[in-house]
């Protein structure tokens, strides 16, 4: 036998034991847990259900400093949170090793969107539908912050969310649950790696289970009341594709739905998760929900809050003290079984010894690992590509953009031009207070256009405020440009956590500054930075193009300039619907057909419609720009219907038909045209990205088999009922190119 037979041989024997050696390792964790089990006591039992947030970087409000080393030392905590680095996470460990059982902690963060190289926010990097560079996004997070002591991290947050007031859909993926599914099991792949065992893995915790998204009026925190079928159809979705990826834990949310607290929910996380989808892993509480159980006003106090908190299925306490304070009373009142809490440690204690840390507490805490992933280039180069691939180009009249360096002078207008920290947007805490590493939109765009341009910047006026004294100074060097780049929008801190807005306007007179500059004749292009959706009606009639680049982390100024001046050709899609005012939120692409459908945008004549504004939106979910311009025939369809088993073929081929090489994403729609409830009027059910060179014709072609047609019916059974199917593809939801076929 040759070395290669040798090799081949070594493989397929390596392949067809892994399996029992899974098995093997499976029953020895499950055989080591039970052992430790055996020796807990109750007390210490709880103490694993137990989690704090450290000693500073606190994510929200600390219930009481007390005596968290201590409890640390007896064995009465299980976990921290925002705690990181080396040293810390180290010294922390020696003293969890000096309690009885000598069980080592679990370090969690909020590693969102990178922890040392900060990438796009989530909801940016949706943009990009590339949902292999959204892997990558999330390894390399992973790969840094293990490096430093982190082994759990409180991402992806999967909300489904289709209301651009509430503050966090920056966290998420958008509006639409495939879309969303997809992302969600892929970030879960990419933190978690080639599997626990290696230390670069971090444990996903998906969040926030569950309908978070659906806050009443945007408000966060708020209450969620809808049907059961709405919450499995849309808003679990995302969650389950990530249970099915192999998500560690799950964070319940804040809300209630229908009345009953997301954390003291039996439904959602006894009957659904741990039932119906057989969720191994944790739960963990959000921060102090289980106590603010009191407040919803569904728990008469702490006690009473623990019971139903356990009782629903949530196994660890974030912060509030609730189940340290009181299970172990529980139990001896005989109102919660011990079974219910062995249970819950059992599945602590199996991602611990999962993770190795039984066998290396320390193996987290690496500092030659963490210098190496210091400034990492490649993984800024990760996070550069990322940017490119999240920004979206809204308009660009009279192919405005790409920028040549032919132009003598370029001038840079807007509060955010020099913006430094907003870069990173909300969620980069682990972010050092040395801003020196980040690239402004100034630095990214002066590098890029060269010694032969002049560069000229005004700030032109704050991000938030009335005062309209920099407007003088904006239009002086407005007037000496050959062009204009204005750079607005939100502030990195006003989307995030507890950061509805009312108004989702740009703020302050930013956009009275746009027009002023465009009023100048001058072309104008505007960078639109922002955490969710806004509405800049006026300025974005008036300025010729538009790049919406949300929060682009670390390397923001060079990925812009990269977009503007075409060395990368602009290929993002909206993942959420943008209004053209407040007053059409909640307005989503993939909405209910009514009885008194509207026949055209201006018909008010007793239809579901306002009498001062169109339906559609300012822009619709899945549309974006590129600077050349691509041609769809009409999709062909293998057959015209299919029997339950079989699959249908849609072939559709797509030409660039512009100036430059680019990359579409061609999107597949499909309307259920009766259903036994009333059916979307469009849904995402595939989508492909191609790269075409200019005047390039590619076929697409996607298959759709009944699983795609699915929907829950009114006693919540998944089905797929005969009947006539729309089959739309185009390059935005709102393409009209379609086709029928029957499912008999
Ligand atoms: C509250 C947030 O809702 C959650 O997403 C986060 O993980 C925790 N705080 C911890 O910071």
Not at 192 to 209: E, I, L, P, R, S
Not at 360 to 381: G, I, T
Request: net charge neutral; with cysteine; glycine share 8%.
């Amino acid at each position: 036998m040759n070395s290669k037979h040798l090799t081949f041989a070594l493989t397929v024997c390596i392949l067809s034991l892994a399996p029992f050696a899974g098995k093997a390792q499976k029953a020895n964790i499950e055989h080591r847990v039970d052992s430790l089990l055996n020796l807990m006591t109750l007390e210490e039992k709880i103490g694993q259900m137990n989690q704090y947030s450290g000693f500073w970087e606190a994510t929200g409000p600390i219930t009481e400093q007390g005596n968290k080393l201590e409890q640390v030392r007896t064995g009465q905590l299980g976990s921290l949170l925002n705690i990181t680095g080396v040293d810390h996470t180290r010294q922390l460990q020696e003293m969890a090793l000096q309690s009885r059982l000598k069980i080592p902690l679990l370090f969690g963060q909020d590693v969102v969107h990178g922890y040392r190289t900060i990438f796009p926010l989530p909801l940016a990097e949706a943009a990009s539908w590339d949902i292999e560079a959204i892997e990558r996004s999330a390894r390399v997070a992973a790969v840094e912050a293990s490096a430093v002591g982190v082994h759990w991290t409180f991402a992806p947050m999967v909300d489904i969310s289709h209301d651009p007031r509430w503050g966090r859909v920056m966290e998420g993926a958008g509006e639409d649950p495939y879309l969303g599914s997809l992302i969600a099991a892929a970030r879960v792949k990419g933190f978690q790696g080639k599997g626990f065992g290696n230390t670069d893995a971090v444990m996903a915790c998906v969040k926030h289970f569950a309908a978070y998204g659906a806050a009443e009026a945007g408000r966060d925190y708020n209450r969620v009341e809808m049907s059961r079928r709405e919450l499995n159809e849309i808003y679990l979705r995302p969650f389950k594709a990530a249970v099915e990826a192999g998500a560690a834990t799950l964070m319940n949310s804040f809300n209630d739905i229908n009345g009953i607290p997301a954390t003291g929910n039996k439904y959602i996380q006894r009957e659904v998760l741990k039932g119906e989808w057989k969720f191994d892993g944790f739960v963990v509480s959000d921060w102090g929900s289980i106590g603010e159980m009191v407040n919803h006003g569904f728990s008469k106090d702490c006690y009473q809050a623990a019971q139903q908190a356990i009782t629903a299925g949530s196994d660890m306490d974030m912060e509030s003290r609730c189940y340290i304070g009181n299970l172990a009373q529980l139990v001896k009142d005989g109102k919660v079984d011990e079974r219910l809490i062995n249970d819950a440690v059992r599945r602590i204690l199996t991602k611990k010894f999962e993770m190795g840390l039984f066998d290396d507490p320390y193996r987290y805490s690496d500092s030659e690992r963490a210098k190496q992933q210091w400034d990492n280039k490649a993984n800024l180069e990760a996070s550069r590509d990322m940017a490119k691939k999240s920004i979206v180009l809204l308009k660009n009249d009279n192919q405005l953009l790409p920028l040549d360096t032919k132009r003598k002078t370029i001038a840079m207008i807007g509060p955010m031009v020099k913006a430094v920290r907003d870069n990173l947007g909300f969620w980069s805490y682990s972010w050092p207070d040395d801003t020196a590493r980040i690239v402004t939109h100034w630095q990214g765009i002066s590098n890029r256009a060269g010694k032969n341009v002049k560069m000229v910047y005004a700030k032109g006026c704050d991000i938030n405020s009335t005062s309209k004294a920099g407007f003088a100074e904006a239009l002086r060097v407005a007037r000496q440009s050959d062009v204009i780049i204005m750079s607005i929008g939100e502030a990195g801190n006003m989307s995030g956590e507890a950061k509805s807005r009312s108004n989702i306007h740009l703020p302050g007179v930013q956009e009275e500054l746009v027009e002023a500059v465009c009023a100048t004749g001058k072309p104008v292009i505007l960078l639109i930075n922002a955490g969710r959706p806004l509405i800049f009606n006026s300025a974005s009639e008036k300025a010729q193009a538009i790049l919406y680049t949300w929060w682009l982390g670390t390397e923001a100024g060079n990925a812009i300039a990269d977009v503007l001046f075409g060395d990368y050709n602009p290929s993002g899609k909206l993942p959420m619907t943008f209004p053209r005012s407040e007053g059409q939120i909640p307005v989503y692409y993939n909405h209910f057909s009514t009885g008194r459908p509207p026949k055209n945008e201006t018909d008010v004549n007793y239809v579901s419609s306002y009498i001062d504004l169109p339906n559609s939106p300012k822009y619709p979910f899945g549309y974006g720009l590129s600077y050349t311009t691509f041609k769809y025939s009409e999709p062909v369809l293998s057959k015209t219907a299919m029997n339950a088993g079989e699959t249908i073929a849609v072939k559709v081929s797509v030409t660039n038909t512009g100036n430059y090489d680019g990359k579409e994403t061609v999107q597949l729609y499909i309307h259920d045209l009766v259903g036994s409830v009333v059916r979307p009027v469009k849904q995402l059910i595939g989508f492909q990205q191609v790269f075409l060179k200019k005047g390039e014709t590619r076929e697409v072609t996607f298959t759709i088999s009944i699983n795609d047609l699915k929907f829950y019916n009114d006693d919540l059974n998944l089905v797929a009922e005969p009947g006539d199917f729309e089959v739309f593809v185009g390059g935005s939801s709102a393409t009209e190119l379609k086709k029928t076929f029957t499912l008999l």
